[in-house]
T-cell receptor, first 111, second 115 residues
């Protein structure tokens, strides 16, 4: 059974810092991995989608990497801002129906 | 519509009651998913529709849970004889064609509280 773990569970940093969020998964037979952002009381917003054949994806200040063989992904956030405060979830997809989420990392960026 | 719409945003009910949760996907999206998210956890898969049919309902926890999508657009998740353990956020997502490489677009969810 696919298990997805996110470390740390919570992270607090001062504004302007660069930071890394970690995601690990136990079964490397995945089609893609997706990073989401979730604000309190809201749904999930897709940030980056990495196909299994790709190593990384970038969007603005965000960069996500994927090492499928070791079962790891990282989300790098550059020059963090208070507006980045949210919960970040990673999810791995094996087929149309099987998308497994981690429990998330709750990020707080202090002004 | 512009995004996935879920109603109601909050639902409070008493143990043993019946509830219906509605999801209106992005127009034209053929794939629709229901997930359940408990506090402090990631979403867990419940059911997946491709068009009008439930392609996979293996995530439904028991026979008190049922979902329909009769016209291939709006979907309703139905919970009978609600229990306190059913309290969670119920999320709906849609994607254009249900292909594995597609992004899923999520609604804001329905917070269900069973007293």
């Amino acid at each position: 059974k696919q298990e997805v773990t996110q470390i740390p569970a919570a992270l607090s940093v001062p504004e302007g810092e660069n930071l890394v969020l970690n995601c690990s998964f136990t079964d490397s037979a995945i089609y893609n991995l997706q990073w989401f952002r979730q604000d309190p009381g809201k749904g999930l917003t897709s940030l980056l989608l990495i196909q299994s054949s790709q190593r990384e994806q970038t969007s603005g200040r965000l960069n996500a990497s994927l090492d499928k063989s070791s079962g790891r992904s990282t989300l790098y956030i550059a020059a963090s801002q208070p507006g980045d405060s949210a919960t970040y979830l990673c999810a791995v997809r094996r087929n149309n129906n099987d998308m497994r989420f981690g429990a998330g990392t709750r990020l707080t960026v202090k002004p | 519509g512009a995004g996935v719409s879920q109603t109601p945003s909050n639902k409070v009910t008493e143990k043993g009651k019946y509830v219906e949760l509605r999801c209106d996907p992005i127009s034209g999206h053929t794939a629709l998913y229901w997930y359940r998210q408990s506090l402090g956890q990631g979403p867990e898969f419940l059911i997946y529709f491709q068009g009008t049919g439930a392609a996979d309902d293996s995530g439904l926890p028991n026979d008190r849970f049922f979902a329909v999508r009769p016209e291939g657009s709006v979907s309703t998740l139905k919970i009978q004889r609600t229990e306190r353990g059913d309290s969670a956020v119920y999320l709906c997502a849609s994607s254009p064609g249900g292909r594995i490489g597609e992004k899923l677009f999520f609604g804001s969810g329905t917070q269900l509280s069973v007293l």
